[in-house]
């Protein structure tokens, strides 16, 4: 579960919509949350020797007296009502932002980052630009990325759908690492309400541009990719959703464009030849590093594309070897040398 999580700031209120969602995840897990705001470092221009030691005196002052300010705004936001009842602490500093948030995920035992796109300075630095694209690209945990004013709504007793978040395999053994992550974010979102994770199969057919598929080939690709997920929800259900109690549905989609198959089925809620209408999805989790199949799904490919074209939040996981292991582990058959 997610119990030391990091929010990223920058001093904009668009920053500050990840702060509900962070406190939302550590109440129910019952965890804690480090507010971070870092202060790049200045860039001096001096002209000549005899210039370079005041211009660096003059800007070393404005840097500490900019940390001290960020102390005092990360206090301020740590008293947010958002933030009621969970411990809170918070770390101001220099230097470049995406180094120091993996410094401090280290330092503090950081499992979860969540962000807010939109910072300041717009769409290029926080969506694909330097700050979030290394965070999302290099994080050694989770990444929970929230696009502005598309906040993850709270728990829905009066909804027909729990929440919902929306997992994309592609068949490799390595993508269904997301799945333990993805579940215990869904459980955490919908507490205290029931949460649910819907699986789509994403079978990229290899026709050209307005090309009909031929109704046999069609046919084979679909029943396989049935297969496929009733045989990993199956378990999905006794290892990971038991214990969570969170529902579980899954469908599969042809389409050549795999992002745009994402996007497609998570905000629409489309399903031809699944199990049946679903209702759309709350957030998209998408691993980023897997054999085969999921190395053409890496950051930089349909992670990012994903992360541009969609309202919905989106939950990066960045499997290490031994939480990849675990995961594939808890998700294998009970049947002795059958895998799924």
Same mark, same amino acid.
């Given at each position: 579960m997610f119990r030391r999580i990091l929010v990223p700031l920058d001093g904009s209120a668009r920053a500050e919509q990840a702060i509900p969602t962070?406190?939302?995840?550590?109440?129910?897990?019952?965890?804690?949350? *480090?507010?971070?705001?870092?202060i790049p470092p200045p860039v001096n221009y001096g002209y000549g020797l005899y210039m370079l030691w005041p211009a660096f005196t003059v800007f070393d002052q404005g840097v500490q007296e900019a940390v001290v300010e960020a102390a005092y705004y990360l206090e301020r936001v740590a008293t947010s009502s958002y933030l009621a009842g969970v411990d809170t602490e918070v770390v101001a500093g220099t230097g470049a932002a995406a180094?120091?948030?993996? #410094?401090v995920t280290e330092e503090k035992n950081i499992d979860l980052i969540v962000m807010c796109t939109h910072g300041d300075t717009g769409l290029k630095r926080w969506v694909l630009g330097s700050v979030a694209q290394k965070v999302a690209r290099h994080a050694p945990v989770p990444v929970l990325v929230l696009h502005q004013h598309a906040t993850i709504a709270g728990p829905r007793p009066h909804r027909e759908r729990p929440l919902r978040v929306l997992v994309p395999l592609d068949g490799s053994a390595l993508a269904k690492a997301?799945?333990?992550?993805?579940?215990?974010?869904?459980?955490a979102l919908a507490a205290p309400g029931q949460g649910a994770i819907h699986l789509v199969r994403i079978v990229k057919r290899d026709t050209l541009p307005g090309e009909v598929l031929d109704p046999v080939a069609r046919e084979d690709?679909?029943?396989?990719?049935?297969?496929?997920?009733? #045989?990993? #929800?199956?378990h999905v259900r006794e290892c990971i959703a038991a214990e969570l109690k969170l529902?579980?549905?899954?469908? *599969?989609?042809?389409?050549?464009?795999?992002?745009?198959a994402i996007i497609r089925v998570a905000e629409i809620g489309e399903d031809p030849g699944g199990a049946g209408a679903f209702g759309g999805c709350d957030l998209i989790a998408l691993a980023t590093h897997g054999r085969g199949g999921l190395q053409r799904w890496a950051m930089g490919s349909v992670t990012e594309r994903v992360l541009a074209g969609t309202a919905l939040p989106v939950f990066i996981v960045r499997p290490q070897p031994a939480?990849?292991?675990?995961?594939?582990?808890?998700?294998?058959?009970?049947q002795t040398g059958v895998q799924v």
């Open positions: 962070a406190g939302r995840i550590a109440r129910a897990t019952g965890g804690s949350v *480090v507010l971070l705001q870092v180094a120091m948030s993996f #410094s997301a799945l333990k992550p993805a579940a215990q974010l869904a459980a690709l679909l029943h396989k990719a049935k297969t496929y997920l009733t #045989s990993v #929800s199956g529902a579980v549905t899954w469908s *599969v989609t042809l389409d050549t464009d795999a992002a745009d939480a990849t292991e675990q995961a594939i582990h808890q998700v294998e058959t009970k």
